[in-house]
């Protein structure tokens, strides 16, 4: 099993709504906080939002208020809820560990267009 893998993504219109599922491994999931960062085209990688292991959370200002960061330690999976999407929100969204560890999923890819 890969270490991180990341699902979810895909093509929705702007003020839509995705909802993007990591699956970690229990060792990197137990290890220090989590987050979800993105990648646009010819962008550098972002962190947008990141939660600790007691489940405090903390977002990027261009989605605080629109992407919900969550995780569940029985199944050591961590969600990003992304509402009320906007164009500038088209990315490669990766899971990783905050900070990140060298190790990157395949990511998987949001457009948002219409």
């Known amino acids: 099993q890969a270490p991180l893998v990341e699902s979810g993504g895909g093509l929705v219109q702007p003020g839509g709504s995705l909802r993007l599922s990591c699956a970690a491994s229990?060792?990197?999931?137990?290890?220090?906080?989590m987050g979800w960062y993105r990648q646009a085209p010819g962008k550098q990688r972002e962190l947008v939002a990141a939660?600790?292991?007691?489940?405090?959370?903390n977002y990027a200002d261009s989605v605080k208020g629109r992407f919900t960061i969550s995780s569940d330690a029985a199944k050591n999976t961590v969600t990003l809820q992304m509402n009320s999407l906007k164009t500038e929100d088209t990315a490669v969204y990766y899971c990783?560990?905050?900070?990140?560890?060298?190790?990157w999923g395949q990511g998987t890819q949001v457009t948002v267009s219409s």
């Open positions: 939660i600790t292991t007691g489940g405090t959370t």
């Open positions: 229990s060792i990197i999931f137990r290890l220090r906080p």
């Open positions: 990783n560990l905050v900070p990140n560890a060298d190790y």
